[in-house]
Nanobody, 119 residues
């Protein structure tokens, strides 16, 4: 079964750091473009960071300079390093990605992981 599994969320104080991981598992050849989103109840889902197959990254203005998205193609895993966290970063973070399989390229979502920034 192909799936994306996130980990690394939790409770952190303002100014702290967390690293989220998103691992693709199952019968896949590779991961292509990958994305991190976040959502707060009652608000629209926000695209936080993107990394393409060649490693090009883009970020939402709200996280530029604080968050870094990286990928490990050998492990079919993408990471989101979050530094200088603020209470407004509190959200459920989900990864999304295009996975290459024998039959083609398909888009998958992870289950989400809660990040809470609070003192």
């Amino acid at each position: 079964q192909v799936q994306l599994v996130e980990s690394g969320g939790g409770l952190v104080q303002p100014g702290g750091s967390l690293r989220l991981s998103c691992a693709a598992s199952g019968n896949i050849f590779s991961i292509n473009a990958m994305y991190w989103y976040r959502q707060v109840p009652g608000k629209q889902r926000e695209l936080v960071a993107t990394i393409t197959s060649d490693g090009t990254t883009t970020y939402a203005d709200s996280v530029k300079g604080r968050f870094t998205i990286t990928r490990d193609n050998a492990k079919n895993t993408v990471y989101l390093q979050m530094n200088s966290l603020k209470p407004e970063d509190t959200a459920v973070y989900s990864c999304n990605g295009n996975l290459r399989m024998r039959s083609g390229i398909y888009n998958y979502w992870g289950q989400g992981t809660q990040v809470t920034v609070s003192s």
